[in-house]
Each structure stands twice: as C-alpha cells, then as structure tokens.
T-cell receptor
Framework: GAVVSQHPSWVICKSGTSVKIECRSLDFQATTMFWYRQFPKQSLMLMATSNEGSKATYEQGVEKDKFLINHASLTLSTLTVTSAHPEDSSFYIC?????????????FGDGTRLSIL | AQTVTQSQPEMSVQEAETVTLSCTYD???????LFWYKQPPSRQMILVIRQEAYKQQNATENRFSVNFQKAAKSFSLKISDSQLGDTAMYFC??????????????FGQGTRLTINP
C-alpha cells in the first residue's frame, strides 16, 4: 500500500517551455504533498508543501511564480516549471502523507529527471 | 530550526560485513520522529526504518537497526550482514511531532554506501 506515482519519469525540453510534473497517490488520499528538488550527489531540498484545496506553502528562496503548484484533488498534485531554463535542470521528487493520519512517514514517488536544453 | 548532520560522505565495506552510518541532529523539540531513507541508483526514496523519540527501545527491521541516543541527539543506522543490494545513498531525516498541519522532513546530507563483492 501507500504507492505514489510520479509522471513523467524523464523529460527533455527546450529552454523557454513549461513543463508539468504530476504526483498521484494511487491507493490513498493525501491532503498534503511535498515537492523536493535534488541536485546530483546532494540531499533533497524541500521546495514547497502542497495542500489540497488551498495555496501551496513555498520554502524561502523558491519562486512561486516559477514553480506553480496545484493540488486540486486528494490524489493529485502538479508542479509546473514555467519558462524553464537550463538552470532548472534537476531531479524533482514528490511525496505524500496519508490523509487523516498524523505523524506518519512520507511516501515518495520515483522522481522526475528534468533536462532543459 | 532543526538540522541533521551526516558526517560520513562515503563509506565502503565488503559484502557480509556490518556497517554503521552516523547521524546527529539538533532540535529543541521533545517529541519527534527520526527516519533513515535509502536511495539506490534508481533514485527512488525507500523508507528503511523509523524511530519515535518517546520510545527508548531502538527500532529494528530485519538486518537494519538503530542506536538512538536522545540525550546525545544521535541516531546511527547499523546494517548487519550487508548485501550488494544495500549499495545506495542513505539519508537520515527528522520530523517534529505536530497535532495538525504539515510535517516537514529535514534531511541530512547523505552517506553514499558501497557494498563490495
């Protein structure tokens, strides 16, 4: 149980385009999802906390107009990298927490490798 | 703010040996949770083991066990009878206990563990 699906797993696109990444909880409902960014050989950096039906909470230094987050349902959160540039190339990972259960571990998706040419 | 420190960037042991990964953290919270996550080359984040701070007994999961020293704010992971499949990045993570609201994970820098045949 507690499977999180992330799509796409790998995307390559030209500079200036926008890229949408989906994060789905397949067998549970998630009121809260988290988006992380990971550079090669580094740790996960929390970008934002996605809350179902409300605005996302962004970490300090993360541009909310650059990284648009939508959490319209209890099973889906999306991250859109707008007008992507080469410096946005990275590994993006989402995680989700089971709704109604506090103090439980997060379940992670498989990540999305984003390469901007 | 909480911080998590993993002082061993890389470790390497022979198959079947026992290896211990260190983790220290800093917090003023009295109730919290600690986790070890494994990230193999596939880059999926896999929960290895968790520890509730209010429990004195160290958590164990088959070949994985922790040495939780609350006063010293230390949380090391011991892998017994190491296997080739244990090769991965290992992240120590902290999560404070909350009644409601989002619970963020704070990750350490990671330790790259290589199991040699």
């Amino acid at each position: 149980g507690a499977v999180v699906s992330q799509h796409p797993s790998w995307v390559i696109c030209k500079s200036g385009t926008s890229v949408k990444i989906e994060c789905r909880s397949l067998d549970f409902q998630a009121t809260t999802m988290f988006w992380y960014r990971q550079f090669p050989k580094q740790s996960l950096m929390l970008m934002a906390t996605s809350n179902e039906g409300s605005k996302a909470t962004y970490e300090q230094g993360v541009e909310k107009d650059k990284f648009l987050i939508n959490h319209a349902s209890l099973t889906l959160s999306t991250l859109t990298v707008t007008s992507a540039h080469p410096e946005d190339s990275s590994f993006y990972i989402c995680s989700a927490r089971v709704a109604g259960l506090s103090n439980q571990p997060q379940h992670f998706g498989d990540g999305t490798r984003l390469s901007i040419l | 703010a909480q911080t998590v420190t993993q002082s061993q960037p890389e470790m390497s042991v022979q198959e079947a040996e026992t290896v211990t990964l260190s983790c220290t953290y800093d917090t003023s919270e009295s109730n919290y949770y600690l986790f070890w996550y494994k990230q193999p080359p596939s880059r999926q984040m896999i929960l290895v083991i968790r520890q509730e701070a209010y429990k004195q007994q160290n958590a164990t999961e088959n070949r994985f066990s922790v040495n939780f020293q609350k006063a010293a704010k230390s949380f090391s992971l011991k892998i017994s009878d190491s296997q080739l499949g244990d090769t991965a990045m290992y992240f120590c993570a902290f999560m404070k206990q909350v009644i409601q609201g989002a619970q963020k994970l704070v990750f350490g820098q990671g330790t790259r563990l290589t199991i040699n045949p």
